[in-house]
DNA sequence: GCATTTGTTGAACGATTGTTCAGTAGCCGG
DNA sequence: CCGGCTACTGAACAATCGTTCAACAAATGC
């Protein structure tokens, strides 16, 4: 089961050489899984290398150390997410809105809300703290999630020029709501469902459109009445 | 140094005997400060012992397991978390839209914006997925959290009778803002500033109570114009 | 002062961790 | 068909893991 090596090779192979992007392709795969069935704590490389169907010496032929690994796991795993969001956004629509109500759907789309894949995210978190590479790889992974943001942005208040927005506040914060929801709702299903957190990211964002977060308020925090709060 | 005994009590004593209660803090404590400094995976047992300068044994004299101490420690953080919330929500005014602000202003004070306790938080997190009892505790103060913040927009909801507002979602998507922000600054505190967090979550609540989130729209995440958008 | 209670120790257990490396074997050019 | 390259194996390593438990010692009551 294990093997799918075709019939006509026999039971004498050992094992089936491969090409080094196959063979990390194959080890990265196989490390998504382990971190989404038991976490980054339970995730060994003997229980990887299991997974994949090799032995343990393999990894290191491969890479530096298990950490060399999932920081390579990570960037594919934010990159494959990125993607997936803007094919869905452009899916959506035309205009910025309806995109941006795209993005927000495919966030909390039924390939996203499982429990193993924030174990994946939990996992390398954890680690950015020991490993500059990983956290390297949440930098740059991050910086280009709210480029993405950014853009649908600037190109809603284009359509609307006559209300100031700081767009790089407002991607932050939509971030912020859909990373938020995203993590509670994995870590408990029940509190509210997909449909309720999409609504809730249209309404923090329809807040931000209207306050607009114009850089020119003052630097502190001051609670201050809001301006727009009736 | 690390042996506070009085003088008079010479160099021979070995242990100091403690009660049940003053030890099972002490641990929790070296349990805390083990898990900021080095993260759920690099916490053991053998640690926390040495970080309580008490040997390997004690542990599994008061507690049944790693897992139920790490539980016991997730109850202890999470109580004092809110509590300290609201002891700054009550001290910022009466009305509840100050309240509020003070709500904001609190979870991004200096004491909670420290990447070591996000690295608790994750540990704690990390272990919903394989101990009863964390992911047990994670539901009971996670619940906390939202009444809080429930208790205070009912408040807010009733000095304007005018306008119908879902409380529960409300709550469930401040909390989501809150969360998202404070794990992403404490992952890269160079994306934005404490303040600017605080005003982020300003303009959602805004967003939140003008959209209203009125249980009888419709229950699909239909995007749909937003009713009060402009 | 002595016996009792029990908080505390620390050696020892078997299991598992990441990494190393000498050796094996699949595959390709000849 | 055969040498050579190298992807690949797997035993072995030292270190560390969580847990156990018999022995020890500090406090308490007598």
Redesign the interface.
């Known amino acids: 089961m294990t093997n799918d090596e075709t019939a006509a090779d026999g039971p004498l192979r050992k094992f089936r050489r491969q090409s080094p992007d196959e063979r990390r392709h194959a080890l990265m795969e196989a490390t998504l899984r382990c971190l989404a069935e038991h976490?980054?704590?339970?995730t060994s490389i003997r229980t990887i290398c299991r997974e994949a169907d090799v032995s343990v010496g393999l990894i290191n032929h491969y890479y530096s150390g298990k950490e060399a690994l999932i920081a390579d796991v990570y960037e594919r795993v934010a990159n494959d997410l990125l993607a997936t969001l803007r094919d869905e956004m452009d899916r959506?629509g035309g205009d910025a809105?309806?995109r941006l109500?795209?993005f927000?759907?495919a966030s909390?789309s039924s390939v996203n809300l499982d429990?193993g894949l924030?174990?994946v995210w939990?996992?390398f978190?954890?680690m950015?703290?020991?490993s500059h590479s990983v956290a390297a790889v949440?930098?740059r992974t991050?910086r280009m999630y709210?480029q993405t943001l950014e853009g649908l942005l600037a190109e809603l208040a284009s359509e609307r020029p006559n209300r100031a927005l700081d767009v790089r506040?407002t991607a932050?914060?939509l971030?912020?709501?859909?990373?938020?929801?995203w993590?509670?709702w994995c870590?408990?299903p029940r509190?509210?469902s997909?449909?309720?957190?999409?609504?809730?990211c249209?309404?923090?964002?329809?807040?931000?459109?209207?306050?607009g977060?114009s850089p020119t308020?003052s630097?502190?925090?001051a609670?201050a009445?809001?301006p727009?709060?009736?």
Do not use: M
């Not at 976490?39 to 339970?42: M, P, S, W, Y």
């Not at 249209?202 to 306050?211: M, R």
């Open positions: 976490g980054a704590e339970k959506a809105r309806t109500s795209g927000f759907q909390f429990a924030l174990r939990l996992s978190w954890s950015t703290h020991q949440h930098d991050y709210l506040l932050i914060g971030s912020g709501v859909l990373d938020g929801l993590v509670e870590l408990n509190t509210f997909p449909a309720e957190a999409v609504r809730i249209e309404a923090c964002l329809d807040g931000l459109l209207a306050t977060l308020a630097a502190d925090g609670p009445s809001a727009g709060g009736r």
